[in-house]
């Protein structure tokens, strides 16, 4: 069982919002580091933002000032908030632990963002 499930993605026009959710399960949350990736067409899958254990942020210089990353540990959801969507942005965004994402493991289906230019 694939322990990440990520939903939220769309289609957005240029300039637009959309909020992603990661549901986790069969692990302990509140204990792992957590990462939003994504991976365009013809890319190699890239990491846009992370979260600590102690809810400390950190983000790639391109989504830096727009999107936010956070996560809710009662819920054992991280969440990902998009804003000012640009064309750049369309990918598959996955979530996944640090840890596993490092070892290329245990990756979901993702979910699909598109923005219209």
């Known amino acids: 069982q694939v322990p990440v499930v990520e939903s939220g993605g769309g289609l957005v026009e240029s300039g637009g919002s959309l909020r992603l959710s990661c549901a986790t399960s069969?692990?302990?949350?509140?204990?792992?580091?957590m990462g939003w990736y994504r991976q365009a067409p013809g890319k190699q899958r890239e990491l846009v933002a992370g979260?600590?254990?102690?809810?400390?942020?950190d983000y790639a210089d391109s989504v830096k000032g727009r999107f936010i990353i956070s996560r809710d540990n009662a819920k054992d959801t991280v969440y990902l908030q998009m804003n000012s969507l640009k064309p750049d942005d369309t990918a598959v965004y996955y979530c996944n632990t640090k840890s596993w994402a490092a070892a290329n493991r245990l990756w979901g289906q993702g979910t699909l963002v598109n923005v219209l230019s």
């Open positions: 979260i600590t254990t102690d809810g400390g942020t």
């Open positions: 069969g692990f302990t949350f509140s204990l792992f580091a």
